[in-house]
C-alpha cells in the first residue's frame, strides 16, 4: 500500500510539474521582442551605430575630404649654448628648423585657406599639400587672429574645391557631425561622433583678450587635426578643430572646435581688411 501511494503522488508530482513548467518556458519567449512585423531580425549592434538610422557618413565624407587640407611649418629656432650665457648674446648664429603640422579647409576656389593660429604661429615657411593629387604650394598668411586662434592662408592655385559653410547656431546637443583632418601625419583622417555641447569655455587660448565658445564632440581629435574641419551629416562646416582636453597630449574623449558662424565673421574680415574689424 505504501508503494503504490508513493507511485501516485510521484507521477501526480511529474504531471503537474511538466504543466505548470513548461507553459512558463513556453511563455517567456512567446513576446519575440527581436522580430518585427516585417519578419526580419533586428541587428541591435546596428541600431547602436547608426547603419539603420537614416545616418550616412559616407556622403559627408566624400564632400568634406577633397577640402581639408594639409598644412606644413617650418620655423629656425635658436638654441641657447653655454658660450651664448656666458657672453651673454648671440655669438654663434646657429639655428635648429623645426617642422610643426596641422589641417586646414579650403574655403574658395582661388586659394583661400582657413586654419588655426596656433598652427602657423611663429613659422617661417608655410606649406600646403592638397588632399587630390598631393601638390605641394608654398602659403602666404593674409591674416590671423589670435583672440579666436583662427588665421587665413593663401596659396596661387585655382580650380579647388571650397567647403560650404553651415549654420553652426542650428547644431544639437546630440547631433551627428565628423571630424576630417590629419592627425599624426595621417593624411584625410575621418572621425565620427555626436556635438557634446556648445558654448564651452576652456580658457586654451592664450591672448590678452580671448573669445571661446567652443563646439565640444567625442568625434576622435588628435594632434594634427588643429585647422581641420567639422561637418554635420550634410557635409557643411560647422566648426574648426582647435583642441582636445587631454592629460596625455591625445584624444582621451573630448574635442572642441571653433563654430562655423564665428569663423565666418573671422575669416571674412582677415580676407577683407588684413584684421578682425571688432
Given at each position: 500500500?505504501?508503494?503504490?501511494?508513493?507511485?501516485?503522488?510521484?507521477?501526480?508530482?511529474?504531471?503537474?510539474?511538466?504543466?505548470?513548467f513548461?507553459?512558463?518556458?513556453?511563455?517567456?519567449?512567446?513576446?519575440?521582442?527581436?522580430?518585427?512585423s516585417?519578419?526580419?531580425?533586428?541587428?541591435?549592434?546596428?541600431?547602436?551605430?547608426?547603419?539603420?538610422?537614416?545616418v550616412?557618413f559616407?556622403?559627408?565624407?566624400?564632400?568634406?575630404?577633397p577640402?581639408?587640407?594639409?598644412?606644413?611649418?617650418?620655423?629656425?629656432?635658436?638654441?641657447r649654448?653655454?658660450w651664448?650665457?656666458?657672453?651673454?648674446?648671440?655669438?654663434?648664429?646657429?639655428?635648429e628648423?623645426?617642422s610643426?603640422?596641422?589641417?586646414?579647409?579650403?574655403?574658395?576656389?582661388d586659394?583661400?585657406?582657413a586654419?588655426?593660429?596656433?598652427?602657423?604661429?611663429?613659422?617661417?615657411?608655410?606649406?600646403?599639400?592638397?588632399?587630390?593629387g598631393?601638390?605641394?604650394?608654398?602659403?602666404?598668411?593674409?591674416?590671423?587672429?589670435?583672440?579666436?586662434?583662427?588665421?587665413?592662408?593663401?596659396i596661387?592655385?585655382k580650380?579647388?574645391?571650397?567647403?560650404?559653410?553651415?549654420?553652426?547656431?542650428?547644431?544639437?546637443?546630440?547631433?551627428?557631425?565628423?571630424a576630417?583632418?590629419?592627425?599624426?601625419?595621417?593624411?584625410?583622417?575621418?572621425?565620427?561622433?555626436?556635438?557634446?555641447?556648445?558654448?564651452?569655455?576652456?580658457?586654451?587660448?592664450?591672448?590678452?583678450?580671448p573669445?571661446?565658445?567652443?563646439?565640444?564632440?567625442?568625434?576622435a581629435?588628435?594632434?594634427?587635426?588643429?585647422?581641420?574641419?567639422?561637418?554635420?551629416?550634410?557635409g557643411?562646416?560647422?566648426?574648426?578643430?582647435?583642441?582636445i582636453?587631454s592629460?596625455?597630449?591625445?584624444?582621451?574623449?573630448?574635442?572642441?572646435?571653433?563654430?562655423?558662424?564665428?569663423?565666418?565673421k573671422?575669416?571674412?574680415?582677415?580676407?577683407?581688411?588684413?584684421?578682425?574689424q571688432?
Open positions: 500500500l505504501v508503494g503504490l501511494t508513493t507511485l501516485f503522488f510521484g507521477l501526480l508530482g511529474s504531471f503537474l510539474y511538466s504543466q505548470w513548461f507553459k512558463e518556458v513556453d511563455l517567456s519567449f512567446s513576446k519575440q521582442e527581436n522580430l518585427p516585417n519578419g526580419q531580425l533586428i541587428n541591435h549592434s546596428e541600431i547602436a551605430y547608426g547603419l539603420n538610422s537614416g550616412n559616407v556622403k559627408a565624407s566624400e564632400i568634406a575630404t577640402s581639408v587640407v594639409f598644412v606644413k611649418t617650418t620655423s629656425a629656432i635658436k638654441r649654448n653655454w651664448d650665457e656666458w657672453f651673454g648674446y648671440d655669438i654663434s648664429g646657429r639655428r628648423l623645426i610643426g603640422a596641422g589641417s586646414g579647409v579650403i574655403i574658395s576656389e586659394g583661400y585657406i586654419t588655426n593660429n596656433h598652427v602657423i604661429e611663429g613659422a617661417d615657411k608655410i606649406e600646403v599639400i592638397l588632399n587630390k598631393r601638390k605641394v604650394f608654398e602659403a602666404k598668411i593674409i591674416g590671423k587672429d589670435p583672440s579666436t586662434d583662427l588665421a587665413l592662408l593663401k596661387e592655385a580650380d579647388l574645391i571650397p567647403l560650404k559653410f553651415g549654420n553652426s547656431d542650428d547644431l544639437k546637443i546630440g547631433e551627428w557631425v565628423i576630417v583632418g590629419n592627425p599624426f601625419n595621417l593624411n584625410s583622417t575621418v572621425t565620427a561622433g555626436i556635438v557634446s555641447a556648445k558654448g564651452r569655455n576652456i580658457n586654451v587660448v592664450s591672448n590678452q583678450f573669445i571661446e565658445s567652443f563646439i565640444q564632440t567625442d568625434a581629435i588628435n594632434p594634427g587635426n588643429s585647422g581641420g574641419a567639422l561637418v554635420d551629416d550634410e557643411l562646416l560647422v566648426g574648426i578643430n582647435t583642441a582636453a592629460s596625455t597630449g591625445a584624444y582621451t574623449g573630448y574635442g572642441f572646435a571653433i563654430p562655423s558662424n564665428m569663423a565666418y573671422i575669416i571674412g574680415d582677415l580676407r577683407d581688411y588684413g584684421k578682425v571688432r
